[in-house]
DNA sequence: ATAGGGTTAG
């Protein structure tokens, strides 16, 4: 294709000479331009008073002009945009003569990109329908035609579906039958932006239109009814075209709405009928799989794969693609990769969408690192990775302090030519902010607003976020008012962000200030002051500000925040009562908050209360697990209420839970403790009590952990049985556990205390050998243990 | 013109 441009000669010589069109500095030329060129416009006292003429003159120079070049549609175009550089805006009929030429070579994207401009441009001077009116005159019916369509297509593209369709409406109005392929068009981006009402309403005005419905306005109309949840009316529109596209469209309208199994019915159904097969087949396949898999039934999306399989077709990409991204929606790591090692195995091609979901999966995980090497690795294999990838790329460098690796991988994202788009910059927007490198962060959102793309509402969250949180206040109250001059509407969580970001930075007046100005506060803002107090080691405040609004928390993890602030901070009275004000508002506290209060009382030799915590849990219906029973039964025995712990222990058994290490060995240490008075062994019925848990503990194949081990040397050591006490600790050793310092301790006190002296020796300089290991506290150990020894071997001597 | 993935609110 040939582009011819004009010199700045050809403007000079069509200003000046008999054309005398006039330049004017850019700035000013607007209002002028319009008026120089649209002869209906009577603006003369814009005119120069010389020229009375000069309007008109200029308009059919410019007609001819435009007319000779008929047979060179881009030497046009290439006129229109030099035209606009100069500051000069064609008229209607100039723009009917482009339009049309454009529309006769069949330059559709051409013709679709001027009309845009033209629809955006506000200052035309002339309105859409006196284009059409101006084409209707002379060009014959096809461009006529053509020429709505891409008109109903440019406003379409623009959004302006009223718009759009009032096209289709003049042109009835000029008794001419629009295209149904714009038709088809309008209608499908009105179900992307959710009007499917507006769909249904236009195919009922089809007819009178002029219009008859093709398939694929059947296929498009059954989507609409699908996406409304009219299962009964999708239904019926397809059977009355029933076509292979219809059907595809209406199970996956059935996928959608939840109902998969009738879908594989309906398939099945279709095989038999030998409407389904090949390619389309394996379509509504994969869509029966993906909507298994939105179901949370991954077994039954992966039997369909096995089905799939056994029908000839190998793994598909898309239905594989699905079970993979809920795998990883589930951070269920381990068959994510499973899966699709497995598919690779037998031919499955990666492909960005897989790829960006396992890494996005380890991110989530907490695994950012893992995530970039991941990336990284992917990067090397020959596949194709955009900017979804390279995203989440960007977010993992990001959470691991490493934005300025990130802002280099963006260049070389740019350098394979993507254009990067409004996530990419705001994920390292807030890469920085994470950093506490606000200037950088700003100056970001020149560069994207520099290259011509503007900051959404997200990314100014996540601008106004970092702010508040490195207590920029100022600037960030700046920000926030720049959006809203900027026409874009703050939401509840650019609030949240704002009253959780002041209080992390410890500004909490500041925060508690732009609550109580904010117009629309919702309850979700409450909870955010409820969290941000939490944050800042006001859990007190917090509490109160909870008890003040004597209503549910809109956001559920902010009682796990102030629940367990509340026992960090040691309110425990406070801790009980949300939990209490939690089953008042029927939120379930779950079993994890419930554990954390009975430790929490427990520590404080509260039993009473936890007892009381735990028997509520218990009626609940909430089970107890493992941890909460042990530390109940360990509580009793430190209390020497051995009967209690004992009636726990068999509890627990009875609902199932397996004592651990942990349990066994609270038990053991209590019951074989010795008698405080007579520092003897305790009676016998304890006695069978021990041997009881022993020969429980061994027959459950529980391996023994060190502090075990401790308590059983102790054990030995206390009733004077040393060699059995040495023999544990060997053992122990052999058993390939490292013993730590209690143990040492322990062994060490005991031969001491038993007058082991050669013993004791040995064992500290075994000790002092394995200098390389000791940490302090164990040097101090040795230390100890040394003086200790010379001490009794003072006595002794 | 039929189907997937990514950013804030820890």
Redesign the pocket.
């Known amino acids: 294709m040939r582009l011819r441009l004009f010199s700045p000669t050809f403007f000079f010589l069509l200003s000046h000479s008999h054309l005398r069109l006039i330049r004017r500095p850019a700035a000013s030329s607007r209002l002028y331009a319009v008026s120089a060129f649209n002869p209906n416009l009577s603006d003369s006292e814009q005119q120069p008073v010389n020229h009375p003429n000069l309007s008109k003159l200029n308009q059919a120079s410019l007609q001819r002009f435009l007319n000779s070049t008929r047979d060179d549609p881009n030497l046009a175009l290439s006129f229109l945009g030099q035209l606009k550089q100069h500051g000069v805006s064609p008229n209607v009929n100039a723009y009917a003569t482009l339009v049309r030429i454009l529309s006769t070579w069949g330059l559709d994207r051409k013709l679709d990109s001027v009309l845009v401009e033209l629809i955006q441009n506000e200052e035309r001077g002339f309105t859409v329908m006196d284009l059409i009116e101006a084409i209707k005159d002379e060009a014959e019916y096809e461009v006529l035609i053509r020429v709505s369509g891409a008109l109903v297509k440019a406003y379409v593209s623009l959004a302006m579906f009223d718009e759009a369709i009032d096209v289709l409406f003049q042109m009835k109005r000029l008794n001419r039958v629009p295209s149904?392929?714009s038709c088809?068009?309008l209608m499908?981006r009105l179900i992307e932006f959710g009007k499917t009402g507006m769909v249904v309403a236009l195919f009922r005005q089809l007819k009178q239109l002029g219009l008859c419905a093709?398939e694929?306005t059947y296929?498009?109309v059954v989507?609409a009814l699908c996406r409304k949840g009219d299962m009964e009316g999708a239904l019926r529109l397809l059977l009355e075209s029933p076509t292979v596209?219809a059907y595809?469209?209406f199970i996956?309208g059935l996928c959608?709405n939840g109902q998969t199994e009738k879908a594989v019915v309906l398939i099945k159904g279709l095989i038999d009928e030998k409407v389904l097969a090949g390619d389309?087949l394996?379509?509504a396949y994969?869509?029966v799989v993906?909507g298994f898999c939105d179901e949370m039934k991954t077994e039954a999306a992966e039997s369909v794969v096995l089905e799939m399989e056994r029908n000839g077709f190998g793994p598909?990409?898309?239905?594989c693609?699905?079970i993979i991204?809920r795998y990883c929606?589930d951070m269920n790591l381990p068959e994510a990769l499973g899966f699709l090692d497995l598919m690779l195995g037998k031919g499955l091609k990666l492909?960005?969408?897989?790829?960006?979901?396992v890494l996005?999966c380890y991110?989530k995980m907490d695994m950012c690192l893992e995530a970039f090497e991941k990336f990284k690795e992917f990067s090397g294999m020959n596949i194709f990775l955009?900017?979804?990838?390279?995203?989440?790329a960007f977010?993992a460098l990001g959470k691991l302090g490493r934005v300025e690796e990130a802002v280099k991988l963006l260049q070389e994202m740019m350098d394979k030519g993507m254009v990067p788009?409004?996530?990419?910059y705001?994920?390292l927007i807030?890469g920085y902010c994470l950093q506490g490198k606000v200037t950088d962060a700003l100056n970001l959102i020149d560069e994207m607003s520099g290259n011509g793309i503007s900051p959404?509402?997200?990314?100014y969250?996540?601008l106004v976020?970092g702010l508040a949180r490195n207590g920029y206040e100022e600037e960030a109250q700046e920000v926030y008012k720049r959006m809203k001059a900027g026409g874009l509407k703050p939401n509840a969580?650019?609030h949240?962000?704002i009253i959780?970001g002041l209080c992390?930075a410890r500004k909490v007046e500041v925060a508690e200030d732009f609550l109580r100005r904010l117009e629309q506060k919702c309850p979700d803002n409450y909870a955010?002051l409820v969290?941000g107090y939490c944050?800042s080691g006001l859990s007190k405040k917090a509490y109160k500000q909870f008890v003040r609004l004597e209503r549910p928390l809109s956001?559920s993890?902010v009682y796990n925040?102030l629940f367990f602030s509340l026992c960090m901070e040691g309110y425990l009275d406070k801790a009980l009562d949300v939990l209490k004000k939690m089953w008042a508002y029927r939120v379930e506290p779950g079993r994890s908050m419930c554990g954390k209060l009975i430790g929490a009382l427990c520590e404080i030799n509260n039993v009473r209360e936890a007892q009381l915590l735990f028997d509520t849990m218990v009626e609940r219906g909430l089970i107890p697990d493992l941890f909460t029973y042990t530390i109940m039964i360990h509580t009793y025995c430190r209390l020497n209420e051995l009967q209690k712990a004992d009636d726990l222990f068999e509890d627990m058994k009875q609902r199932g839970i397996k004592p651990d290490v942990v349990t066994y060995t609270v038990l053991l240490n209590s019951y074989q403790k010795l008698d405080p008075e007579t520092g003897s062994v305790q009676g016998e019925e304890q006695k069978k009590r021990v041997s009881e848990f022993w020969r429980k503990f061994t027959a459950a194949g529980i391996g023994l952990d060190v502090v075990c081990y401790t308590v059983l040397i102790d054990r030995q050591c206390k009733i004077n049985k040393i060699e059995k006490a040495t023999k544990l600790f060997d053992r122990m050793i052999e058993s390939g556990l490292e013993p730590d310092m209690v143990a040492y301790t322990t062994l060490l006190s005991g031969y001491c205390r038993k007058g082991y002296i050669d013993k004791a020796v040995a064992l500290v300089t075994e000790l002092s050998k394995k200098d390389i290991l000791l940490t302090e506290p164990f040097g101090d150990l040795v230390k100890r243990a040394a003086l200790k020894l010379k001490r009794i071997q003072q006595n002794q001597e």
Do not use: G, H
């Open positions: 149904i392929k088809n068009f499908s093709n694929y296929a498009i989507k596209f595809k469209t996956d959608a389309d394996r379509t994969s869509m993906r598909d990409v898309r239905a693609s699905a991204v929606k492909n960005c969408v897989i790829v960006s979901s996005q991110c955009d900017r979804v990838c390279y995203n989440v977010d788009d409004v996530i990419n705001t994920t807030d959404d509402l997200v990314t969250n996540v976020a969580v650019t949240n962000v959780e992390f955010s969290k944050e956001k993890s925040k």
